[in-house]
């Protein structure tokens, strides 16, 4: 029997469980849901979550099953940012040198998001807060509940808006002066304005929220998922691309894409009129 050592490499994620956040699937493994669980203090950051889920996106370059991902929160909030005590507290008595390393774990999370091929899904109630606010802004998709509020908060401690990416990313889904705005001030963008400015793809009503990610995430983790995989790339990719570069890029993805069984399945289910069966090859 011939063996292929790369698919070797790969692994479920369906029994997964993780230290310091929740880590579930469905019932076939395709639709993972992490949720951030400290819920007496809104669900902040420590610095293990920070590692634990960075280990974790850039893990799932392996997973065999996991498909789609929808990041939430506990108790009607979604994050809270970095524990006050846990983690700023420390972060005073740091020097230069570990306050680097620091902000190079929390940066790398951000980097392994964006990395990570599986589509991710924000779903988002409640306090949505400094490195929250990031985590959200870091995935493909992001939907909310009308009690939504989210904050780049960072200046109001005295830092920079400069967080784990915010500059570079945030601007590019809302716009630079809407951005700038949000990270001169630290103020609260309502779920309306969030809506209104393309930083939440649709907003739902609190009882539903995670069921309607969960839905949506099922429907992208039943397409051609290793074609999503490139189209995650490509738009990560070419923020920094002139555009003859970006469509040659492009060109040659969808070469790829066109030389998979999903592209010969597609067109064969569509002759035959029946729905197409994805397998990401």
Same mark, same amino acid.
């Given at each position: 029997?011939?063996?292929?050592?790369?698919?070797?490499?790969?692994?479920?994620?369906?029994?997964?469980?993780?230290?310091?956040?929740?880590?579930?699937?469905?019932?076939?493994?395709?639709?993972?849901?992490?949720?951030?669980?400290?819920?007496?203090?809104?669900?902040?950051?420590?610095?293990?979550?920070?590692?634990?889920?960075?280990?974790?996106?850039?893990?799932?370059?392996?997973?065999?099953?996991?498909?789609?991902?929808? /990041?939430?929160?506990? !108790?009607?909030?979604?994050?809270?940012?970095?524990?006050? #005590?846990? +983690?700023?507290? =420390?972060? *005073? %008595?740091?020097?230069?040198?570990?306050?680097?390393?620091?902000?190079?774990?929390?940066?790398?999370?951000?980097?392994?998001?964006?990395?990570?091929?599986?589509?991710?899904?924000?779903?988002?109630?409640? /306090?949505?807060?400094? !490195?929250?606010?990031?985590?959200?802004?870091?995935?493909? #998709?992001? +939907?909310?509940? =009308?009690? *939504? %509020?989210?904050?780049?908060?960072?200046?109001?401690?005295?830092?920079?808006?400069?967080?784990?990416?915010?500059?570079?990313?945030?601007?590019?889904?809302?716009?630079?002066?809407?951005?700038?705005?949000?990270?001169?001030?630290?103020?609260?963008?309502?779920?309306?304005?969030?809506?209104?400015?393309?930083?939440?793809?649709?907003?739902?009503?609190?009882?539903?929220?995670?069921?309607?990610?969960?839905?949506?995430?099922?429907?992208?983790?039943?397409?051609?998922?290793?074609?999503?995989?490139?189209?995650?790339?490509?738009?990560?990719?070419?923020?920094?691309?002139?555009?003859?570069?970006?469509?040659?890029?492009?060109?040659?993805?969808?070469?790829?894409?066109?030389?998979?069984?999903?592209?010969?399945?597609?067109?064969?289910?569509?002759?035959?009129?029946?729905?197409?069966?994805?397998?990401?090859?």
């Amino acid at each position: 029997m011939t063996t292929n050592p790369m698919q070797e490499k790969k692994r479920p994620f369906k029994d997964h469980r993780a230290k310091h956040f929740l880590f579930e699937t469905d019932a076939d493994g395709r639709v993972a849901t992490i949720t951030l669980n400290r819920p007496e203090k809104k669900n902040p950051l420590t610095f293990e979550s920070y590692e634990e889920l960075g280990d974790l996106f850039r893990s799932l370059h392996r997973a065999s099953d996991v498909r789609a991902i929808v /990041i939430t929160g506990a !108790a009607n909030n979604f994050s809270s940012g970095g524990d006050v #005590f846990d +983690i700023i507290e =420390p972060l *005073t %008595k740091m020097a230069m040198p570990d306050l680097l390393d620091f902000t190079r774990m929390t940066g790398d999370l951000v980097r392994q998001i964006r990395s990570c091929p599986q589509p991710i899904i924000a779903a988002v109630d409640g /306090i949505c807060a400094g !490195a929250g606010a990031i985590l959200a802004m870091s995935a493909d #998709f992001r +939907i909310a509940t =009308p009690e *939504t %509020k989210t904050a780049f908060l960072f200046t109001r401690v005295g830092l920079a808006g400069a967080d784990m990416g915010a500059c570079g990313i945030l601007p590019r889904i809302i716009g630079q002066g809407r951005a700038a705005e949000l990270l001169f001030t630290g103020r609260i963008m309502t779920s309306a304005e969030g809506h209104a400015w393309g930083f939440y793809n649709a907003l739902h009503e609190r009882p539903v929220l995670l069921e309607e990610a969960q839905k949506f995430a099922r429907t992208v983790a039943d397409g051609p998922w290793f074609a999503h995989a490139m189209t995650k790339k490509m738009l990560d990719q070419e923020w920094a691309m002139g555009i003859d570069q970006l469509i040659e890029s492009e060109a040659q993805a969808q070469a790829i894409c066109m030389a998979t069984g999903d592209f010969r399945r597609a067109f064969e289910a569509f002759a035959a009129k029946a729905k197409p069966e994805f397998k990401g090859n």
